[in-house]
Each structure stands twice: as structure tokens, then as C-alpha cells.
Nanobody, 129 residues
Framework: QAQVAESGGTLVQAGGSLKLSCAVS????????VAWFRQAPGEEREFVAC????????FYADSVEGRFTISRDNGKAMVTLQMNDLKPEDTAVYYC??????????????????????WGQGTQVTVSS
């Protein structure tokens, strides 16, 4: 089992930067794929980015590609999401999620919220125009 907890959300101006952190508590932190999702008011939860067990592989939603960077430090049990050039449409509650994603087709499954068993409470990011 694992627990995840996000932090770092705040109000930021458009064009600014922000770093979100996700603390992962587990016996083997490196045994989990970790992803960020976000949910804006009235919208469905959407995939933002994910990082593989060792950090060797990352995936991004098209809307954040080139602006956001996900990274992890298994020794510190931490996953971060560096967000640059923020836009008002990035405003949402950001959630960290973790799962072992064992089995086949993990690269496809990693973008689906339903594949993750462990979720944080979310952290609010508001980008003002």
C-alpha cells in the first residue's frame, strides 16, 4: 500500500511558474508509477503527466507538453511537477496518484485515472490573467 500527499498549490499570475510536490509513503517507493491529474470546476479529471518507477520514462498531456516537467527522487520519496508558463486554463485542483501498474500495456494505462489506487487530497492551483 501507499499514501500520497500533494503540496505547493497557490495563486500565480499567467506566465509564472510553480512547483508542486507529491510525497509518497510506501515500503518500496520505486515500485509505483506516479502521475498528476487535474480537475477544473465542472470538468472531468484529466491526465497531466506521469513518471515510471525509476524515472526513466515520462508522459505528458499535449496541453502541458513543453511547459511542465515531472521528476522523482525515490531516495527522498518525492515526485515534483514543475510548471512553467502557466495559463489561466491550467487553473484546477491538482491530484497526485500512485499505483504499481503491474501487467501489460502500462504506458497506455498510465493515462487513465481509473488505473490508480492511491490518491492525494489535491492542491489548488489558480492562474490569474
Amino acid at each position: 500500500q501507499a499514501q500520497v500527499a500533494e503540496s505547493g498549490g497557490t495563486l500565480v499570475q499567467a506566465g509564472g511558474s510553480l512547483k508542486l510536490s507529491c510525497a509518497v509513503s510506501a515500503l518500496n517507493v520505486g515500485g509505483y508509477v506516479v502521475a498528476w491529474f487535474r480537475q477544473a470546476p465542472g470538468e472531468e479529471r484529466e491526465f497531466v503527466a506521469c513518471i515510471s518507477w525509476t524515472g526513466a520514462t515520462t508522459f505528458y498531456a499535449d496541453s502541458v507538453e513543453g511547459r511542465f516537467t515531472i521528476s522523482r527522487d525515490n531516495g527522498k520519496a518525492m515526485v515534483t511537477l514543475q510548471m512553467n508558463d502557466l495559463k489561466p486554463e491550467d487553473t484546477a485542483v491538482y491530484y497526485c496518484a500512485a499505483d504499481t501498474l503491474s501487467g501489460i500495456n502500462w504506458t497506455t494505462r498510465s493515462r487513465r485515472a481509473g488505473e490508480y489506487d492511491y490518491w492525494g487530497q489535491g492542491t489548488q492551483v489558480t492562474v490569474s490573467s
